[in-house]
């Protein structure tokens, strides 16, 4: 037959524990369970960050699109049966700098361009990188444990998450409150970058919001059509067919302002790096903190009473330790 429990037996707590619950922690459940519990508070200004790489990366992608399109043409020129027609005209008129081996030369200087402006799109990928990819040891995946959008690090990438240094700060404080010790605050240290990274995503977004084209583009040159345009006896200067001398020197107007863009990119990445190592090394302070706490306290819980005390200043203890035990026993320290 069935077992039929005893009407009214309830475990042995506080009268009307039960159906008490709290109505701040049934909030907060239905906010962690949902994921609405914590926010970043970098994801504004990053994100503002991330959208100008984006801009920058897609006019890098055209100019470099254009750019590889004119190289290549210039490049399958076989030989000076092949080259334009207004080359031709300016080679029989006198002008030697128009042979195929200057098209080859063409080809090179524009390849070069596109040499410049890839490195500066792979770097910028890179730095966008840091931000974005999901579940490596990055600036992204430091942050959102900090600020608890991620609640664990993957396999094999040992990071603490919120719940870690919250809990951490909390008992390092309550210990040295409970022992006289004066007060340090842990929080800004365990969270540094939740405090202070916006001043060097601000310092990055200054340089990001310059013009990388601030020299004019590629496209703007026009040079597919300069190249290819007809001779005119007399001609000088730009009027003639655009050859490699000419087109070295427009590209030398617009390619500084595209290296300068590149040189501060990777000190970027370096700054947000020191973050990460900054943060990581405060914690480790304090956990080392933590356990030279617990021994002590563990070695002073011993050394108060005679008969334990004993195994310290006859048997083990080093020479410092029963200097600090008698001066306890005698007094003079606390």
Known sequence: MPITFTTGLTPTFPPDSFGSEKTHVKQLGVELI???????????????????????????????????????AFGAWPGNSFLPAGWNDAYLDGLSQYTGNNGIALAGTVSGYVTTCTALQTKLTTLKNYFTTVDVDNFKLHNELLCGLDDAPPRDIEKPNLVALMGLARSITDLENNHGIVFTNYLTGLFGTLFTGDVTIAAAQTHLDTNPFSGGTYASLNVSTNVSKAYVSGATGDALPWENSIVTAKLATITPSITAYDTPISTHQAAFTTHITTDMAYYNTLIAKGKAYVQAYQVSGHIQDPYYRF??????????????????????IT
């Open 34 to 72: 949902a994921g609405d519990a914590f926010k970043n508070p970098l994801a504004t200004v990053l994100t503002t960050m991330l959208a100008r790489m984006d801009v920058v990366l897609g006019l890098l992608a055209t100019d470099i699109s254009t750019a590889t399109a004119d190289a290549t």
């Open 311 to 332: 195994m310290y200043t006859n048997v083990f203890g080093h020479d410092d330790i029963q200097q600090t035990i008698t001066d306890l026993a005698a007094g003079t």
